[in-house]
């Protein structure tokens, strides 16, 4: 006998009897508990083929030693295979398969499977999901459960989540799982840990991972709503006399361009954006960047120093020497994984506030932020990375940010410029 504990939450799921069934929730609500009561009652009370699918195989090898550990002690287990396709034989004679999506022709095997567990749906595409699972469970008449996040108003949004909510039919059946409903959070202790996690995230961020909310593009880290809001101003061919500017440069790499912004230092307008043509050799880049920071009324300068910037892998000093030859006082950031989180996160902040400016006419710097977005590393790190979306570029975005974090710095070098350091308090 093996006891299982589950909040009422999970228990309804973990009891539900819809064939199609969508549980989206938010980050440590539970996901992979429910899954892992939810197998073993099935296994152990009728003898079925379970599968436990996740995007990567690293993930489905978890689950596997988790459920060979836990039955294993209570003797459950008759026989369990690690490699090269996880397998679990229970003394019930039901088994439980585990199997990554990252080569989906590999499940064609399994058949008259009783239930599909899919874990982080947000990391599966459509295009084989249905032509490999569907088949699978027609011939027993099996269920098919995706779990994990939204990413947009996407295809399992819509056949699983949405069609979830119909009521008056027992065919789909869906939750949306906020952070508020979650046991873990219910504490004083779980209150501080959103809190927190609510001050280092982008709002459009912490809304897809504790709100769990479904909105147009989950992966975006600017809400359409507040680049719109700051969408004003005016672009400007020429500085205006006795202002301050910093210019923020992003280094292209060999197959990427390099990008700049000008940012009105009094007003936080980005009055000028553009992209440089690649293969432009770099000491010809840093010529025409000290021409134009002398042209903006000698603005403070601020480049990517980070190694490969130059095309190739060299030292930072190796990607900047052109641009300390021709801008002595120029400044060198380089970009860590920590420091870009907090990139993001001083531009978040600017825009979620509508602090910042940038006028229409900068289409393609708004285009990059529209498609600027976030992804896990791993289903369930507490780790991100940050970066352009499938079509875009993000240089731009990248030297905005640095042009924030100067900003917020005050490194301008005109005399009497006005302090706006009250403005990041």
Known sequence: MIELFATPDQAEIINCTARYIGFYACRRFGKTDTFFNRCVKRTLSEVIEYVYLSPDYGLAKEQYERIESSLGEHGLVRRAVGQPKPRIELVTGSR??????????????????????????????????????????????????????????????????????????????????????????????????????????????FDVEYNCLPIANNAAVFLPEDLMAI???????????????????????????????????????????????LRTKHEQQARTL????????????????????AGGQRTSDENVKFYRQYIPDVRVLIWQAAFKRELVRTLSLAIEGHNISIPAALEELHAQLSGFEFKRKSGDSEEYTYGAGEGVQDHQVAALMMAEHAAKCQWVKVKGATSLSAAWQ
């Open 96 to 205: 439980i398969h585990f199997r990554s999506f990252d080569n989906p022709r590999r499940m064609r095997g399994l058949r008259r499977i009783t239930e599909i567990f899919v874990d982080e749906i947000q990391d599966i595409k459509e295009r084989e999901f249905w032509s490999v699972l569907r088949p699978m469970i027609s011939d027993v008449r099996g269920t098919i459960i995706v779990a994990g996040q939204f990413r947009g108003l996407n295809w399992h949004y819509k056949k699983f989540y949405e069609k979830g909510q119909i009521p008056g039919q027992n065919l789909y059946k869906s939750w949306r799982k906020p952070w508020q409903e979650a046991f873990i959070y219910q504490s004083e202790s779980g209150q501080e840990e959103v809190r927190q996690a609510k001050e280092m995230m982008p709002r459009a961020q």
């Open 231 to 277: 969408s004003r101003g005016v672009a400007l061919t020429a500085p205006t006399p006795g202002v301050s500017y910093i210019i923020a440069y992003d280094l292209g790499e060999l197959h990427d361009p390099s990008a700049l912004v000008v940012y009105e230092y009094p007003t936080r307008t980005i009055v000028h954006a553009e992209t440089i043509p």
């Open 290 to 309: 000290a021409q134009k920071a002398h042209f903006w009324n000698n603005a403070q300068v601020v480049i990517d120093g980070t190694g490969g910037a």
